[in-house]
């Protein structure tokens, strides 16, 4: 069965930086684009970061562009999302996803797998 596994996810303060990790489990992701979304309550799901399978292109939403960076390890089977810079309208579940495709996208549609999230909450 194929599985994305995030974790990282808690409460910090605002300026503060978390990293997310997405690990995935019977299958490897070396061939996989993995992207990273979030919802906050109330809203829609937005695409804020992607990789591709090589790991040399990433793309990010303007909304964290020069705040988050996303990367992969797959030696490790894992794909990383470091945010810097926490404000608290980056509250949201966040969730990663693979593309059998291999490119990046921040359209969700893109995307085959799915894991099920981890909350961020930003507060003092």
């Known amino acids: 069965q194929l599985q994305l596994v995030e974790s990282g996810g808690g409460l910090v303060q605002p300026g503060g930086s978390l990293r997310l990790s997405c690990a995935a489990s019977g299958f490897t992701l070396e061939r996989y684009g993995i992207g990273w979304f979030r919802q906050a309550p109330g809203k829609g799901r937005e695409g804020i970061s992607c990789?591709?399978?090589?790991?040399?292109?990433?793309e990010h939403a303007d909304s964290v562009k020069g705040r988050f960076t996303i990367s992969r390890n797959d030696a490790k089977n894992t794909v990383y999302l470091q945010m810097d810079s926490l404000r608290p309208d980056d509250r949201a579940i966040y969730s990663c996803?693979?593309?059998?495709?291999?490119?990046?996208?921040?359209?969700?549609?893109?995307?085959?797998?799915w894991g099920q999230g981890t909350q961020v909450t930003v507060s003092s």
């Open positions: 996803a693979a593309s059998t495709y291999g490119a990046c996208s921040l359209s969700g549609g893109w995307y085959n797998v």
């Open positions: 990789i591709d399978s090589s790991g040399g292109y990433t």
